[in-house]
């Protein structure tokens, strides 16, 4: 009786609809931390700059949608072009610092980052762009029109992380990454380069960046301080995950993501950014390592 | 004193020093090994044998003084060059990549620019059969592996660049005697091979039976080099260095 009228107060529409949101942020989000992690894992580096090359990928998706018309297109050059950019600031500002105190990367990044957003406010403007999803369609959920392009979005994001986890798992590059990130020394003992592993790891982190600023460019408008948001919760995110780990990153990008959405149907969405926060002082309260991974023996 | 007769050294160290921050902790290190030969690097704790074999690999750069490697000088060249060069190293920790399985473990030093697939089967065959230990677990992770199985990972990890020589780093220290005897025929299978070996050891009786020849180190330099066959467990030379 009781029970009935509990399950009946519970507003079932908005928590489906919520989840499909939390899942689609959350997709982008586990994108954009799969490479920071990659990066901090690889060289221990915390790249600063990380938000910018999500920027930079929309802005650059937004000029090659403007000249070509094709959304694909803008999505692989974007990409591309931020990972060679990504390779040239490892090679320029990140390598000569290794081993380094890390405070030094750090500084280094944050420079980056702003040299990466007034470079976009002086070449773009501070008026938002907009990228035109490559389709329109909707379809009905309850009292929503639900566009197709947000799972559109997150179809594409798993798959690019799926490839990436192939990638990683059975290329040879992949046991290169994987080597190095584990024990850096006795990777370069055993003949791998590991100054080319890192700038490859690097172009890679920003690659996904940048596509995950295209996918998700429809969804907001493109401006130069559009990166600030993002890195900051892929920041807790990583935190969250366990520094470094990927698996980790991703489920607690969706994991985050869900929380939030879920807590925007009671608070306004301002405040359910709340919700990352108190998990994310939870975690380093309680379990610095990482939630989603296994306890350290 | 020259027992490589004519030919150079594969591998000659002269007047090493090294720094770390501002300990000296090599004063002068100067040795050299010939092809396939086995030699020995004896000494206490702390007098410089792993610095040694990490200057000579450029995990540690010296602050003076050359490594010569088949007659060129490699002394500030990377690791991973010297790697591809044929220098294999198994460090004191082994150091297995712990997340890797056993056969990504050995992937990292058989992917390399110049191996088709027919010499890779080959070569892991090989290994496989010297160790059938890691063939069984070819797929699992390299922490998993007990504390021997993890020596001959980091053994067979290094045969995986087809070395020249191998820098082999307190191969036998908390092994099993069971372990200790497999860890020494591996090295007389190197020997055979033709595969040159600086070993490092703790071990006097193993050492002095495994090497033709054996340095002796003290506060960071060669204080005494004889041949192994010279040498007793019980020589004065070796209470004097090692205290045994």
Known sequence: MQLTAILAGIPWDQILIQTLNGIVTGMILALIASGLTLIFGIMDVVNFAHGELFMLGAYIGVVVLATTGSFWLALLIATLVVALLGAAIQIATLRPLLGRDPLTTILATFGVSLILQNYALWQFGPVARKIQEPFSGHFKLFYLEYPWYRLLIAGLSAAIIGGFWLFLKHGKFGIWIRATTQDRVMAQAMGIPVPLVHTAAFAIGAGMAAASGVLFGPLVGVNHTMGLDWVLKAFIVVVVGGMGNLGGSIAAAIFISLLEAYASIWVSPAQAVIVSFVVLILTLLFRPTGLFVPTPK | ?244
């Open chain 2, 1 to 244: 004193m020259s027992t490589a007769a004519n030919d150079a050294p594969l591998i000659a160290v002269e007047d090493l020093h090294t720094y770390y921050g501002k300990s000296h902790i090599l004063q002068g290190v100067t040795l050299h090994v010939g092809s396939g030969e086995v030699v020995g690097l004896l000494g206490r704790n702390g007098v410089g044998k792993s610095t040694t074999l990490k200057t000579i690999i450029g995990l540690v750069q010296p602050s003076h003084g050359k490594v010569v490697f088949e007659g060129n000088v490699v002394t500030s060249m990377p690791p991973h060059r010297l790697a591809r060069l044929g220098m294999g190293y198994v460090p004191e920790d082994r150091r297995i990549f712990r997340l890797l399985t056993v056969m990504e473990n050995l992937r990292t030093g058989l992917d390399r620019a110049g191996m088709t697939d027919e010499k890779k089967r080959a070569l892991l065959e090989k290994v496989f059969a010297y160790f059938p230990v890691l063939a069984e677990r070819r797929n699992q992770a390299g922490g998993t592996l007990s504390g021997g199985e993890q020596q001959m990972l980091a053994i067979a990890r290094a045969m995986m660049l087809e070395p020249k020589i191998i820098l082999l780093d307190e191969p036998t220290e908390g092994l099993m005697p069971r372990m200790v005897s497999q860890i020494r025929n591996i090295v007389d299978v190197l020997h055979r091979e033709n595969v040159a070996i600086l070993l490092v050891e703790q071990n006097v009786p193993l050492t002095l039976e495994a090497s033709e020849r054996v340095y002796i180190m003290e506060k960071g330099a060669v204080r005494h080099h004889a041949a192994a066959r010279d040498l007793k467990v019980n020589d004065a030379v070796i209470h004097q260095y090692l205290g045994v």
